[in-house]
């Protein structure tokens, strides 16, 4: 089946580490997306890729960092810089950046105490 | 980026429709409205998109006031399942589209049986 996985569905970090997420899609997308949501509020834009090894800043890039080595492949780091990292993190990927719809993964919650 | 008002909550019937309203006062001629949902602690999955036309698909129909500046999602017959939060967005499309969605804080829609 094509789709988009992350991994893990909960995370669990202490404060000052830096915790990669993972996202994986088989669809042979060229643009993927990151998001970040808070409880009760919409989707926000933390990076994108258009194409592999190439990325750009979203809305809220700080204290995140990615990469973009392989089409299918696009984690996620949140580090220690990241002042709030407790969200419900939401990866996507698109066939191209522009006018495709997007296809979301499961999400992953990560907890940071 | 344009922006998109909706109420925040709607109540349905099971097996009726739902007509779930959103405007859009300051779209240009080059916006798209999309609309995607959210089911509890999933990613968001896309439903319809339209430009000026009335468009349909298996999931539901988009109805666009003639100016614009308002549209209305129709469920034709609401189940359990179709209880999520909608979000109305407007996406301009183009190759200098970067793909990002602007999620406002969307519907919640909820199902009564």
Known sequence: ?113 | DAKTTQPNSMESNEEEPVHLPCNHSTISGTDYIHWYRQLPSQGPEYVIHGLTSNVNNRMASLAIAEDRKSSTLILHRATLRDAAVYYCILREEGSSNTGKLIFGQGTTLQVKP
């Open chain 1, 1 to 113: 089946d094509g789709g988009i996985t992350q991994s893990p569905k909960y995370l669990f970090r202490k404060e000052g580490q830096n915790v990669t997420l993972s996202c994986e899609q088989n669809l042979n997308h060229d643009a993927m997306y990151w998001y970040r949501q808070d409880p009760g509020q919409g989707l926000r834009l933390i990076y994108y890729s258009q194409i592999v090894n190439d990325f750009q800043k979203g809305d809220i890039a700080e204290g995140y960092s990615v990469s973009r080595e392989k089409k299918e492949s696009f984690p996620l780091t949140v580090t220690s810089a990241q002042k709030n990292p407790t969200a419900f993190y939401l990866c996507a990927s698109s066939i191209v950046a522009a006018g495709y719809e997007q296809y979301f993964g499961p999400g992953t919650r990560l907890t940071v105490t």
